[in-house]
Structure formats: C-alpha cells, structure tokens
C-alpha cells in the first residue's frame, strides 16, 4: 500500500479569465481516496457511454441519444467541487450526470432503453434524466432552455439563504439562444448565486463554435457578468475551477464558465460524427487530451495509486456495466397507464377518453382499459 | 444581386408563372397516370428530393430567395438542402446559429423588404422558440401595418410528426397552434409529389406560409414527380378517391394510415371517400362540405393531441354547414391527450385499426 496522504499536484493549462481580479490555483491537493473516486467514477461514466452506443445500434434504445465521452472530466470536477445541495441543470447530454447524482448505471440503462427503473419510469429517455432527491433538474430537450430555469432555481438558493448556488450547463451551440441573454440580464440584476457552464466541445450538431458564435470566447459573452475559461479536460482543474466559482456565486454573485472540451462521439447517435470534422482531430484528442486518462495519469504519476490497482478497477467497472446492460435489457417496459399518468396532478379518471376511445371500441386494439 | 435588388422588381419576380397543375383524383403516391396528352416528364423521387428539388427552383427562378436555417449549408439534418450551397453559393444558402426565435424574425425582415425568405426550423418541435415572431410579427405584419408592409415572402419549412421513436421533441404537430392565428398559411403534403407542388406554392404565396414535412415520409415516399416547374394550389383539399359512405379527412403523413384504414372497411363493404386536406389554414370547408352532404357522415384524424386539435374546427364546421345530412355524430380519430409519448408510440397514435374502427362505428351508427 502506497500513500495515504496529501499530495500537491500541478495543473495542465493556465486559467483565462474576463472581469475578475482573482483566480482559482494552478495547483490541486488530493488524497488517495479522491483520485480512486474520481477515476472510477470517470471511467464508468465512459464504459456506460460505450454501452449505451451498443445498445442503439442493437436498436434497444427508443428515441434519441446523446453521448458524454469525452466530457466526463467537467462532470466529476464540478460534482468534486460542489455538493449535491449546489443544484444542476443541463441538456439533454446527461447520462454522466445522472449517475454522478446517485443513480445507478442500471438506472441510466433502464431510462435509455424505455423501462421501468428509469428515473421517469422509461417515458422520457436519453434526453430525460433526473434526481430531485439530489437536486438535478434534469436534461433539457430543446436547446438553451435550461438558461432561465437555471436563474430560478438560483433565486431559490438565495432566498432559502442555504449558501448553495444553481449550476446550469448548455453548449457552445446553444450559448446563441437569446434566452441565455435574458436569463443572464436577470442574474446580474438579482445577484443570483448561479454559475453558468458552457460546455465547450467545439461544435453544435455538424457546425463547429467559429461557424456558430462571433465570438467563441463563450467566458467573455456574458458581458457584464464575469468569467473564466478551464481546462475541461483535466478532473483537477475542473475541481478546483468549481470551489471558486460557487464561492464567487454565492458570495458576489453571477459568473460564466466555459470548459474547453471535446465530444467523441457524433452530435448524437444518427451522427457519425466525421462529415464536419476528420477522424485526425478526434484521434489527436483521444491521443492528447483523454480526460479518463489524464486522471489515470494523476494516479499513477502521485504514486498513490498502482497499476494494478487501476487494473482492478477497470475490470470491477467493466463487470458492472456489463451486468447493468443485462438487468436494463431485461427490465420490464412501463405499464400502459403511464401513457396518460403523470399529464396533470389530480387527472379525472376519464382522461385518456380524450384521446381514442378505447374503452368503447370493437375489441381492436387488444387493450381492455 | 439580393442587396441591390429593389423591393419591387423582388416583388415581381416572386411572380412567375408556373403551371399549376390541379389534381385531378389520383391513386396515393403516384404520378397523375390519367393526366392529359401534354404529360410533364416526371422522375422517381423520394420527398426529400422533391424537397430539395422544389428549393433549387425556387433559388433559380427567383434572385432575391434566400434559404436559411441551421446546419442548411450542410443539408440540414434531413439532407432536403443538400447541394444548394454550392449552387447557389453562400449568400443564398445561410447556416444559422441555434436562434430559432432569430432566425424567423430575420426571415420577416428580409421579407418585408421583398425577397424570398425560406426559412428552415429543424423540426417542428424547436418552432415553439420562434411562436412570438409567427404570431404575433409574421401573422399581422400586413394587417397592422394596412398592408403598408407584409412578409409574405416568408416560408418556414420544419420537419413534423412521428417516426416511430422521437419521443417527446421529434414527434409533434404544431399545426393548430398556428391555424389559430389568422394571417398565417399552414401546409402539409402527403407524398414527394405534393411536398414539390404545394413548397413551390408556399414559396411564391404572397402569405407568411408554414409547411410541415411530415418527416417519416421523406424517404419512404418515393413517386413520380415531374421534373419542371409546377404549382399546386393551397387552400384546396384533394379527393383522392371518391366514395359514398363516408367522408375521411386526414393530412400529411396520416393520410396514408387512413388510406389503409378505408381500404380495410371497403373490404367490409364500406365505401369511403379520402380526402387530403392539404391546407390546414385557410382550409377548404367547400370540398368537405360537398362530400360531406353526400355520404352523410365524416371521420377526421390527426396525429396531434385530440382535444383542440384542427380536427375540432373541421367538426364544429361541418355539423354547421351539414347538419342536416349528418346520419351519425363525427368522429375524431387523434392522438391522446398526452404529450407525445416515447414509450407509447403506438398506444397514442391514431393508427388504422383504431381509424377503422370508428369508420365501422360511424356507418353502422
Ligand atoms: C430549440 C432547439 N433547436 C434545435 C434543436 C436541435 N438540436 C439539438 S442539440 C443541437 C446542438 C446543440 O449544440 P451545443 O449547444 O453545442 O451542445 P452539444 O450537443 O454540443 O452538447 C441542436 C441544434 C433543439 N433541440 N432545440
Ligand atoms: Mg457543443
């Protein structure tokens, strides 16, 4: 056994910054436990990714699907940094962070995959995850959203006086949606305690951030309201990034972020991925920048982790993504009724009559409801 | 040049005379076989060529046409713009950021100044973004402004209805909500055949039009589509096959479904007359109310959720202006009440049993 203790490590990229005197530090103290926990935590995060890819193109994925490899750092960073009183809420990308809430990879699965088990029962799907008992409002289907629910929930935070803030993550795609604007012009009015994260993975379905946004500076974009850009790429950075950017939050208010990072996959499943940019970029990427392997990196490099031990933790990851996949597979679908449940609190019982009239039909549809 | 070109001459332009081609009642999905001596020469298409054939006319015939959206100089997510960038070149073929509320107002800027605005909005789900500049800025540019100024040119193209697994933003249709906006064209075709005629239509309409690509459609409908210009009308319904027992209204994609759904009654002895509404608004009550005084009886279905569907204003209508050759109360076959489902596709969708179980209802009533 190695180590125990605390071990002072340096940071990869040097922090930009747009309205703001101070910075978070170029170095990060951690301990064994911690980089165990964010590794494993990472390397989940992309086995569930890789899994859910299988699962589509064995089309037993209903609906949409949008994957997160590439990105995990910004999640395990932010979640290392924060709390789960902090509140989140992003797109539809929000597989990693479902799981990073409390869910369980079979959890994530069942959702994806339309069964019961999911967080909603299996009628939302890929783009619908959420965990209210860990304050994560969930994946956002239309793109920017999010940007104003996330200033409400922040006024929430301020007004319970609970010393958290509200996190709301979009796109460098979806930094174009007015609505973003809006929400930022009552934030910095309100001095709300809300963090907004632009998840910079350098293109919005098939155009890249030059094609989309006149200025890619996505920290600079909130105009009066300050910011910083961090490497999204390292878990470390990400961390520490956070704790100073909820401190700002809460203490001053307002503040853009922009993690610089990178989407393996295509936009979503239907999207090779390789028609708007070339497989070089994202080899390079993976060879270069791999967010799971720079925590790899850490753990090895601090000596408080063995290869072995790594090793370990990959096949235990491995196993369990595995098993979850099988359980999800043979979760049972939803019960019919769910179809009309859930539309209104205090639905009348006749509700569904509204639609086609089953209950007085023929016999056809092989539903007796 | 677009930026020279004077708001009148743009104006006359848009005037072009196309042939229009009238339907006379042909079998779904198929060229007009039974059409007169002067038959255009038609290909084999799929609606997404149709599409995009309809757009690159459009650019050719009319310099001030634009056509905008996002990801559009790529193709657009459904491949309809395919090619039209390197055509027609960077100025007339735009890709927009994700601003759908943005975009349609700039749409109606470079329409009130007279060019050709054809606007794509990604799907139909993303249009809600943008309801404020339809409603309330598209819709009643003219009337406010006493016709001083329009923005007819204006034509937002979106992607609507099921295909099987979109869940609950890939999958609706809008259309009633903009059928209750006076000032506003909505558009539905059913086949690669109409989906050419009825855009060019909306193109060169002097209305704000919205046409919705019932996206299920664009590759499995495959017809004969001639390969010039032609113009299909809007506002008219079209009587695909004549029947005598009851009347069928249905657009779009839904047509299809109820198509099989009376092919299955008339197997029962039922006949059915089909008709496409094609124009939601302004629609044609004459031709139902025609069919309607005939059989006696009218079905209507759509996708969209029952309850203040289009279908409702088809019914109210009709029970007015038929009342008394009504012999059983009008049924609606739509979907549920809910949002549109992922899990439960099937169960709320208004599908051909469901369809011809309340034909078989309604004529035994
Ligand atoms: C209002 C709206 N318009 C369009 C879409 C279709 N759409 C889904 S994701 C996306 C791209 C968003 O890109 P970005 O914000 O960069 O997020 P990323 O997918 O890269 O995580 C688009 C255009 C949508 N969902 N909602
Ligand atoms: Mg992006």
Redesign the interface.
Known sequence: MMSSGTVTVQLDKPYETFKLESEPPMTAEVTRDELLGYYSLMYRMRRMEISADTLYKAKHV???CHLYDGQEAICVGMEAGATWGDSVITSYRDHAWQLSRGDTVTGVLCELL?KQGGCAK????S??MYKADANFYGGN?????QAPLGAGIAFAHKFAGDGCCSFALYGD??A????LFEALNMAALLQLPLVYVCENNQY????SKK???ANDDYYTRGGYVPGIKCDGMNVLSVRECTKFLKKHAVEVGPIVVEFDTYRYHGHSMSDPGI??RNRDEVSQVRAARDPVDRAKRYCIDTELVTEAEIKEIDKEVKAEVAAAVEAAKAAP??E?S???TD?HVGQSKD??M???DIS???G??G?NR | MLSSLPRRAARQLRGVAAPSLRGAARPLSTAPSDAPEEEPETKKLTMVAAINDALRIALKTDESAVVFG??VA?GG?FRCTMGLRDEFGEERVL?M???E??LVGFGIGLAAVGSTAIAEVQFA??I??AMDQICNEAAKFRYRSGAEFDCGGLTIRAPAQAVG??????SQSPEAYFAHTPGLKVVYPRDAYTAKGLLLSCIRDRNPCLFFEPKILYRSSVCDVPTGDYMLPLGEAEVLSPGEHITCVAWGAQVHTMARACERAAAEGVSCEVIDLQTIAPWDMHTIRDSVQKTGRLLVTHEA???AGFGAEVAAAIQDACFDHLEAPIAR???????F????EK??L?DE??I??AI??TVQY
């Open positions: 209903k609906g949409f339309g299996g009628k939302g799907g783009m619908h289907g239309i793109v920017g959203s795609g979806a174009n949606q007015g609505q919005g379905m098939g155009t094609r989309s946004s028609t708007y679908p939803p019919q769910e179809l009309w539309v509700f569904f509204r639609g086609p007085t039909s023929s056809v549809y539903t | 996002e990801d790529f997510v890709n950021p994700i601003n509320q943005g789900d993303y809600f973004p697994h979109g869940g609950h933003y890939h959720p029952l309850t076959v739509c979907g549920a009440d809910t949002p489902p992922l899990a439960f169960l709320y208004p049993l469901k011809y179980d078989m209802r």
